[in-house]
């Protein structure tokens, strides 16, 4: 008996230590197949950001991509029914962070949720001393317990029109990034301690900017839906930094270096 439970238990030591090196091959196996032509027809009509990406960082999306619809159970909701431009569309966007830095395929996530449309959550809310839930209607959410939600039509659209600086896909899955490992704060998973003393002291500034500017009832590139907190702040910016990065890079010029960095990609450089 005992022989047999040391035995199990180095067999499951082995599972244990081997387990990330099979992920990784059978991610390269996944990556490596052929990107289907149906689905670069797809990106071409119906994504056509990705066009503006050098000709590798498009190959390397697409094999992103791949383990990503591999992975990550797309599941329609509300009657919509998932056809392969909806999983193309939402997989290709919400690859789009990952293409710098190496940091996994958002592991954490375990489904992502489409609604045909703007959908109803209901939250807990303390007012004046008493809790009651508020019913909010939403284009998209992030949940920390490992699920993305998102209105089709709003994915459909922010995929379309990538120059307006507002993209429902992108903007929650900079959430899923701020909330690797625990609560979405508005810092995300940096290298070192300078790293995150560098970035609190621009993205301060920069929030405490735009508070001061709606205040003052002034225009301005970042949305007013930043200054909600600093979690809403880091996810509006991506958006900006993915679609109108010239524009971010020219009246933000610290702010885009710091989402540079963290990124690793520099999309003002991309036609």
Excluded at 240 to 260: S, T, V
Aim: hydrophobic content about 50%; proline content about 7%; some cysteine.
């Amino acid at each position: 008996m005992l022989i047999a439970t040391c035995l199990a238990l180095v067999l499951l030591a082995a599972a244990i230590a081997l387990w990330p090196l099979w992920v990784r091959w059978r991610r390269q196996r996944i990556a490596g197949r052929p990107f289907p032509a149906a689905w670069r027809g797809l990106l071409r009509r119906h994504v056509p950001l990705v066009s503006r990406l050098p000709a590798r960082q498009q190959l390397r999306l697409k094999a992103l991509m791949q383990v990503f619809l591999a992975e990550k159970p797309i599941l329609g909701c509300r009657g919509l029914r998932v056809t392969d431009e909806v999983r193309v569309t939402i997989a290709a966007l919400a690859c789009l962070p990952l293409l710098g830095a190496a940091r996994g395929i958002y592991p954490e996530l375990r489904q992502v949720l489409v609604y045909p449309s703007a959908f109803v959550v209901e939250r807990p809310v303390t007012q004046q001393g008493v809790q009651h839930d508020e019913r909010r209607v939403l284009a998209g959410e992030s949940w920390s317990q490992g699920q993305v939600l998102l209105a089709w039509d709003e994915v459909r659209r922010g995929a379309a029109t990538p120059g307006d600086g507002h993209n429902v896909v992108i903007h929650e899955f900079a959430h899923q990034l701020d909330q690797a490992g625990g609560p979405a704060n508005g810092a995300p998973a940096l290298a070192t301690a300078q790293d995150y003393q560098r970035w609190s002291r621009v993205m301060q500034h920069e929030f405490d900017a735009l508070q001061w500017r709606l205040a003052q009832g002034e225009p301005g590139l970042i949305d007013a839906y930043a200054a909600t907190d600093p979690a809403e702040f880091f996810a509006v910016i991506s958006e900006l930094f993915f679609e109108r990065p010239a524009d971010l890079a020219a009246l933000h010029p610290a702010l885009y270096a710091e989402l540079r960095g963290y990124y690793r990609l520099d999309p003002a450089g991309w036609r």
